[in-house]
């Protein structure tokens, strides 16, 4: 058996995304700039692609949508405006964000640094959350843009977005939320939450990879990433990835339709891997149960380093994921176990199962047989291997261990 638990990185494309894309390559491939009718025949799926990312998230016909290669491209371009907002005469250059977003918020907000932005890395609570009475006490009049996930790909941890969005408003601040690992997984209304930009990645919810969206409430305060032949409006140029929008527009249509029930059923099995292996002595898993995405697990084995139960999980046909890397020269803990309060030995022990609606019943009964199966050997390796490593050092040589 194979048993994909790692759908927090990417998901398998629904074979119903698959076939809604395939004539796009080979009987309608032409491009929708073009007049004749091999581009205008594309034009009513991408009109019915936008609409289904409206339905899906109730977004209002005012608001935009415009698609992008993917969520790293949409959380650059909304980041990177704050420059040339500043170029434009905005004496705002001050960013709000958190220690815990994705690598494309915190990478784009260093470079931000670079060009003289300040940025504000707000710490996260022992649930992996910022409240919003901290966003709040960050604002200043220089503050141009808020930028905090929807909710978290390591924890899962679901951020009060609507209180923030609020708190946003009052102090009249941009907001802009990172939504890859919200959408499909807990109902998002932008109806109900005020906030400006949103980011989305549709191989997160079983579309296909390198397409994403921005939606955008107000586009004043965007400048193009991509200049070129004015598609989407000049808001991003480049002929448009017209099976990909496709794909996105279906898989987004999927993903929302019943999520509750859809949510309900992967939460059980979910509930149900995780009480098996909360079993195992000291293990912790991360987060509250209620405000976690009802797919994801982050769990802590005391004495298994994370990247070990990887590669003995990966011997067993099982993916998994951990936060922290096994690089050649040192192991990284895991950021956002730091990020919440843990000490740096749990930090290198998280592991991440993510679930997604094909993960069935066989595969969580055969993944909690070979966790604990892992931790057992993983755990009497560590104890001799220690006894005869007892400096700091050790680490990193079992890592090396179970690596080869
Ligand atoms: C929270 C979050 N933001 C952004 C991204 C980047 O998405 P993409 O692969 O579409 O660039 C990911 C994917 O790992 C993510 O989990």
Redesign the pocket.
């Known amino acids: 058996m194979q048993v994909y638990l790692d759908n ?3 998901t398998m494309t629904d074979p119903r995304v698959v076939e809604e894309m395939i004539p796009f390559f080979s009987e309608m491939y032409g491009n929708p700039n073009s007049l004749h009718k091999f581009g205008t025949s594309t034009h009513p799926a991408l009109k019915k692609a936008i609409n289904q990312v409206y339905d899906a998230l109730n977004a209002s016909d005012d608001d935009d949508i415009v698609f992008t ?7 650059n371009w909304v980041l990177k405006s704050v420059v040339s907002d500043l170029m434009n005469g905005s004496r705002k250059n001050h960013v709000i964000t958190t220690e815990v ?2 690598p ?2 915190l990478s784009t907000c260093k470079w931000l640094e670079e060009k003289g932005i300040k940025v504000s890395y707000l710490p996260v609570n022992e649930q992996g959350i910022v409240e919003a009475h901290t966003v709040k006490n960050f604002i200043t009049d220089k503050t141009a843009i808020v930028s905090i ?1 929807w ?3 390591e924890t899962g941890a679901i951020f009060p977005i609507k209180e923030i969005g609020e708190v946003c408003k009052e102090k009249d601040v941009i907001f802009h939320s ?1 939504a ?2 919200a959408i499909g997984k807990i109902p998002v209304d932008l109806q109900d939450v005020h906030v400006d930009f949103v ?1 989305m ?4 919810f079983h579309g296909p ?1 390198g397409v ?1 969206a921005l939606y955008i409430r107000d586009s004043q305060f965007l400048t193009p990433l991509l200049h070129g032949g004015e598609h989407m409006g000049g808001r991003r140029s480049g002929t448009l990835n017209v099976p990909s929008i496709v794909g996105m527009g279906k898989a987004i249509e999927l993903a929302t339709t019943n999520i509750e029930d859809t949510m309900a059923k992967i939460k059980e099995k979910r509930d149900r891997l995780e009480d098996a292996i909360l079993e195992i002595d000291d293990t912790f898993v991360v987060g509250d149960r209620q405000n976690r995405t009802p797919n994801t697990i982050l769990i802590s084995i005391r004495g298994v380093e994370g990247e070990s139960m990887l590669w003995d999980l990966n011997n067993d046909s099982i993916g998994a994921s951990t936060g922290s890397a096994c690089a050649s020269e040192d192991l990284e803990a895991n950021t956002v176990m730091l990020a919440i309060g843990a000490d740096n030995e749990l930090a290198h022990t998280g592991i991440r199962l993510s679930l997604s609606r094909f993960t069935t019943d066989a595969e969580i009964e055969y993944t909690i047989e070979y966790f604990k199966k892992a931790v057992k050997r993983l755990r009497e390796i560590s104890s001799s291997f220690a006894k005869q490593q007892p400096t700091e050092g050790g680490e990193v040589q079992e890592c090396e261990l179970h690596h080869h």
């Not at 290669?69 to 959380?75: F, G, I, L, Q, V």
């Not at 990645?201 to 997160?204: C, D």
């Open positions: 927090n990185a990417t290669s993917c969520a790293t491209e949409s959380n977003e994705h494309s918020i996930m909710a978290s790909n990172d890859v690992q980011s990645s549709a191989h997160k990879k994403g």
